[in-house]
Structures are given as C-alpha cells and as structure tokens.
C-alpha cells in the first residue's frame, strides 16, 4: 500500500503542492528581515552616482502576520488535501486486494470440487 502512495502521481502532485506551500511560509516570514538594495548610475563620463538602501519594517499593522497566517492556512489546506488523495488511494487499494483474495478463494474452491 505504500507504494501505491508514494509512487502514484496525484500523491506525488499534491506533495510537491505541500513542499511550495513550506517555501510560501518562508517568503512571508522573509517580510520580516531588512531589506539591502544597490543602484548605480553613470550621469557623464566623470560623474558617477550610486545609491545603497537598507530598508527595515518597523511596523506594518499585521501586514506580515496576516501573510504568514494565510501561507500557513494554505499549506494546512495542502496537507489535508494530500491526506484526502492517499486516503482515497488506499481505500481503492484495499478494495481491490479484498476483490483478488476473494477470486483466489473461490478458484480454491472450484478446483477442490
């Protein structure tokens, strides 16, 4: 039954779908450190101009909290959807052993008599 999960494609779709919904936490997260940018300029062939800009968010009134709570949100909703594909897997997995027991005792049975 394992392998049936972990080889089936819907399954492996729905993990990949978890694992960039992880990725998604952390980008939200990432709205937390500074950010560093550098631009240069050329204005004439002496001048020269650049600018480094070092921006820190002090307070953005739950804008980042909101945004790791949604990925958060989603990456749950991704985790039980994934559950939902490996239970339906199992479960058509099951029935299909239970169908193939059940010929190969009635084929018992038949060559018994």
Do not use: H
């Amino acid at each position: 039954m394992q392998a049936t999960v972990t080889r089936n494609p819907a399954a492996q779709s729905k993990a990949a779908e978890l694992q960039g919904m992880g990725y998604k936490i952390e980008e939200a997260k990432g709205g937390r450190y500074p950010s560093f940018s550098i631009q240069a300029n050329s204005m004439s062939n002496s001048n020269n101009q650049g600018l480094v800009r070092v921006q820190q968010i002090l307070w953005v009134f739950g804008k980042i909290d909101g945004a790791i709570q949604t990925a958060e949100n989603r990456e749950r909703s991704a985790l039980l959807s994934l559950l939902q594909v490996c239970r339906q897997l199992i479960e058509e997995t099951a029935a299909v052993y239970v169908n193939l027991q059940g010929s190969r005792q009635r084929l018992v049975l038949a060559e018994q008599n």
